[in-house]
């Protein structure tokens, strides 16, 4: 019976809120509307729907090349990607990563509207419910806002540029377009709700936990420039019952060395599938950065392998090569140690950093032999966390904050592509289908 309740959600989701309009679509008023309390619980722990991130974000970071032969058989909105188009989306093609991370609104619209109603539903658990909704709520208008939008507040930050914003699943009810400002403040209000009804412990890492809101919120406030605020929900994730894996320990032998739901993983989401951008014959590693990666840094044998005598991505913490883009607990001491050094607190962010680089590193060299400053930290950072989908967002923060301005380039069929990392940038256009849809 619950597999049968799982199935139709997932039809009255996919009907309902297909690429094909997703924003404004009438949904088909034969399929079942949602009723019971576990149904709603289906819909939010439809892993799925809900633990999944951009693919763009990939797209664009530098992290990894192309050849010809495969950017040939791209599909032109990835063709567009490649070649840093802020406009990728052809006006008849599926918008995937905008419609994908509206479907996870919606999903979590769905049952608000519904608690809203005050259904007759024990207390305690229609909390816990309300909590995960606004959490993945959060969770998908942060993963549009780095791509649609500029920082709040900061450089190259426009009222002209506005995603579309949604509080509610009925259809044709709300149809505004707000600009960065307003959907912060619904992401953090919506996280900082959510955290008093969410549990400490969660039967898999794919769902919401307490921990995981912190976590969310620290990469959300470093992302912001407050450093102050990522430190102190960073700091909430060293009181839970994480511990960082001793790269020293694993076995180098096995496929992936790395296990699945490790004792790092706080939350767990992965990229959209693609296999035709991210797998390990398609996506090759630039050879600098592989030098970079110094004999005794436990990270390249993990992370890197030869494939046609280039380095391609072997996997890490999905267990396999699909792309996690979650938040482990190798994230957040990172995130310490860098908010740390910014607050001019270098005794502590140096602690931070040693705390992690101890369990990534074969005879770690001494660390007063080390000279940790921001461009360290930040270099560690970089590879910890390639191929994690996080390399976008930072580029962006750091051209807004530290006017971090450097050139991106790719070769596409003899012709050099350059991407200036200017703030105004990384805005990507909302896709014309979605406009026509206003």
């Not at 049952?111 to 539903?121: G, T």
């Not at 990270?299 to 883009?325: H, V």
């Amino acid at each position: 019976m619950k597999n049968l309740i799982k199935l139709v959600l997932l039809t009255l989701i996919i009907t309902a809120v297909g690429c094909e309009g997703f924003l404004d679509e009438k949904p088909n008023k034969s399929i079942l509307v949602p009723e019971t309390i576990e149904e709603f619980e289906a819909i939010i722990d439809n892993y799925d729907r809900l633990n999944t991130s951009p693919v763009l974000s990939f797209m664009f970071a530098d992290d990894y090349w192309v050849d010809n032969s495969t950017w040939a058989n791209f599909s032109p909105w990835q063709q567009n990607a490649y070649k840093w188009s802020d406009d990728p989306y052809l006006p008849n093609e599926s918008t995937l990563d905008f419609s994908v991370m509206y479907r996870k609104i919606f999903s979590a619209n769905v049952i608000l509207d519904k608690i809203n109603q005050k259904p007759d539903w024990d207390q305690n658990r229609m909390a816990h419910l309300k909590s995960r909704a606004l959490f993945w709520r959060a969770h998908g208008y942060f993963e549009l806002a780095v791509l649609f939008l500029p920082i709040p507040e900061q450089a190259g930050d426009s009222q002209e540029i506005r995603i579309p914003f949604r509080t509610t699943a009925e259809f044709g009810v709300q149809k505004e377009m707000e600009e960065s400002s307003k959907i912060f403040d619904l992401i953090l209000a919506d996280l900082n709700e959510a955290l008093p009804n969410l549990p400490k412990a969660t039967n898999y890492p794919t769902q919401p936990s307490s921990y995981a809101a912190h976590a969310l919120l620290a990469r959300i406030y470093l992302y912001l420039g407050n450093e102050e605020q990522a430190i102190f929900h960073a700091n909430k994730i060293l009181e839970g019952n994480f511990e960082l894996l001793d790269y020293n320990d694993l076995n180098f032998g096995n496929a992936f060395p790395i296990p699945l739901f490790n004792s790092e993983t706080i939350l767990f989401t992965n990229m959209i599938s693609q296999s035709s951008v991210s797998r390990n014959t398609v996506a090759f590693i630039d050879s600098t950065l592989v030098k970079s990666f110094k004999e005794n840094d436990l990270r390249a044998a993990l992370i890197f392998e030869n494939n046609r005598g280039a380095s391609s991505f072997k996997g890490n913490y999905t267990g396999r090569q699909d792309i996690f883009t979650g938040i482990a607990l190798d994230e957040i001491f990172l995130i310490l140690a860098e908010a740390n050094f910014r607050m001019g607190n270098n005794e502590s962010a140096t602690e931070n950093l040693l705390k992690l680089m101890i369990k990534r590193y074969q005879d770690l060299a001494d660390p007063s032999e080390l000279s940790i400053d921001l461009e360290f930290i930040l270099e560690e950072r970089r590879k910890s966390l390639l191929f994690r989908g996080q390399r976008w967002m930072d580029l962006k923060r750091l051209s807004v904050h530290d006017s971090f301005f450097t050139t991106l380039k790719r070769e596409v069929n003899g012709e050099m592509i350059s991407f200036e990392t200017q703030p105004e940038n990384f805005i990507v256009k909302v896709p014309q289908r979605q406009y026509d849809l206003q």
